[in-house]
């Protein structure tokens, strides 16, 4: 097994204020990894540097031993936590724009995807209700043969019977091989479908471990952990 | 990859910028038409005439105004706003999507002025057309590109060519201090939009500041030699022309070339989505 991501004393700050502290992180691939922690504790943060839409203030971010940049984009597939297509678009444009982008963009599978969950690929974004536009995200998203997925509140704001399919898309469309990061706070939902949980508190990471280990050692869930971890 | 930026580019702001073409196309035919009709020869359609040609003269601003507003909006969206999610996870490199949004907004730009001055060029025509015979109506060409070569001892051709240039420069700079300023907008964490603004205000008024010096300083040195020449001469008003354009043209090319590096640095190097 590789290091799929590793940060090295990996800073952020926005002005005087720091979003991101000292991270020093490695990721092993073929894992499906929650990267937990409560609001503004940094998740997102990390996930935009992981994906290039930030630059770090200090420190080293390598992706399959690459910095982060057009190969690293290659082998990422990353969804933002919203919506982020031109709305007047029509699904099949986008489907046909990833094609064209992305080598392992497979069409065939993300058109069924989206015959399964009936939805029209002549439909317009704009035209849809924000559950069923993630969806066809999350079908973008995880149409790709990715390395690296990187998932930044894939559940957030759907409803329960939504968020079963989008964790069943999740786990039927992965390889083996391939790295999940899911950022989220609702840990009960996911905890689950996860091998390995990474908590995140005022941009530091303080714990990273693997799911068996805390069930064992602390005789806990990761639910009752964190709620542990992050009382107020 | 750099083809098919390019190819998604043109597709989505061909959406606008096709019809907008056609727009000023149909005006040209249907002023070509009323002119070449004699219909305005009666006085009782002079406000007609005026009204048509004011909708003509407003409607030319309105689709320049649009298309400036489009280029802004439409870079400050897929590149520092939402969509930039989609833009800057591409597997393509920072500069290639500079590049193709710059040349792509520039050569639209060009093409709607190219449009424009085609169709007051025809619609002037088909009036001279209409009132003169047709040998009469190219011997008026002839008869002004000589007078025009005899008046200012150049070629209409050479007096053209460096406005042509200028015109082209103008666009990639009026292009490029729109988007350098959202390129520094983008470096605040508040107030984005209100921080580009102001930098293109700022960097706008210095840029008119600046031309105008140099204007001056060029016109008051070159304006020497024609006081000098002992003759007023033909050919010394045409290197008082050329002069004066070579070094505003040269003058915007180093504008473009800082508002570029500065678009460049501040997207590779300083990337801050919101």
């Known amino acids: 097994m590789s290091t799929i991501l590793e940060c090295k004393d990996l800073c952020k700050s926005y002005g005087s204020k720091t979003a991101l502290h000292n991270v020093n992180l490695a990721i092993e691939s073929g894992h499906i990894i929650g990267l937990l922690g409560p609001n503004g504790s940094g998740k997102t943060t990390l996930i935009k540097l992981i994906n290039g839409l930030l630059t770090p203030s200090s420190g080293q971010l390598y992706i399959n031993q690459n910095p982060v940049g057009v190969e690293s984009k290659k082998i990422v597939s990353y969804l933002p936590d919203h919506t982020y297509l031109e709305s007047n678009l029509r699904v099949r444009d986008v489907f046909s724009y990833f094609c064209d982008f992305y080598e392992d963009f497979e069409e065939q599978r993300a058109y069924d995807m989206l015959a399964k969950l009936n939805i029209n690929p002549s439909d317009r974004l704009k035209t849809m209700s924000k559950g069923t536009k993630e969806k066809v995200q999350l079908i973008l998203v995880m149409s790709r043969r990715a390395k690296l997925y990187v998932l930044d509140e894939p559940i957030a704001g759907v409803d329960p019977a939504a968020r079963d399919y989008i964790l069943n898309t999740i786990l039927s469309n992965y390889d083996e091989e391939a790295t999940i990061l899911i950022s989220t706070h609702l840990i009960s939902d996911i905890e689950n479908i996860l091998d390995q949980v990474i908590f995140i508190r005022q941009g530091q990471i303080c714990l990273s471990s693997s799911v068996d280990a805390i069930r064992q050692e602390q005789g806990k869930s990761v639910d009752a952990l964190f709620r542990e971890v992050f009382r107020c | ?274």
């Open chain 2, 1 to 274: 990859m750099l083809g098919k930026l390019f190819k998604h580019e043109f597709k989505e702001t061909g959406k606008l910028l096709i019809p907008l073409n056609l727009v000023i196309i149909c005006y040209t035919v249907i002023g070509a038409i009323m002119l070449g009709s004699r219909l305005f020869d009666d006085d009782h359609f002079a406000l007609l005439a005026a009204s048509s040609l004011i909708l003509y003269i407003l409607s030319i601003f309105a689709i320049f105004i649009v298309t400036f507003i489009f280029f802004t909006v439409r870079f400050y969206k897929t590149m520092y706003s939402s969509q930039g999610y989609l833009t800057h996870t591409l597997p393509v490199s920072t500069g290639s999507i500079i590049h193709t949004k710059v040349l792509v907004s520039v050569f639209w730009v060009v093409v709607t002025m190219a449009v424009t001055m085609f169709s007051v060029f025809a619609m002037v025509a088909v009036t001279i057309r209409t009132h003169l015979s047709y040998d009469s109506f190219n011997s008026f060409f002839m008869e002004f590109f000589m007078e025009f070569n005899e008046e200012f001892g150049m070629s209409f051709g050479s007096f053209l060519l460096p406005i042509m240039l200028l015109i082209i420069v103008g666009c990639f700079e009026g292009m490029l201090t729109v988007y350098a300023s959202l390129s520094i907008g983008q470096l605040f964490n508040q107030y984005r939009i209100l921080a580009a603004i102001v930098t293109y205000v700022i960097i706008h008024i210095a840029v008119n500041i600046m031309g105008t010096v140099t204007m001056f300083i060029t016109e008051f040195s070159a304006m020497d030699s024609l006081f000098i020449a002992e003759e007023f001469s033909d050919s010394v008003l045409g290197s008082f022309y050329h002069t004066l354009f070579s070094v505003s043209n040269i003058e915007h090319i180093i504008l473009c070339i800082i508002f570029y590096a500065v678009l460049y640095f501040l997207t590779t190097r300083k990337l801050n989505l919101e």
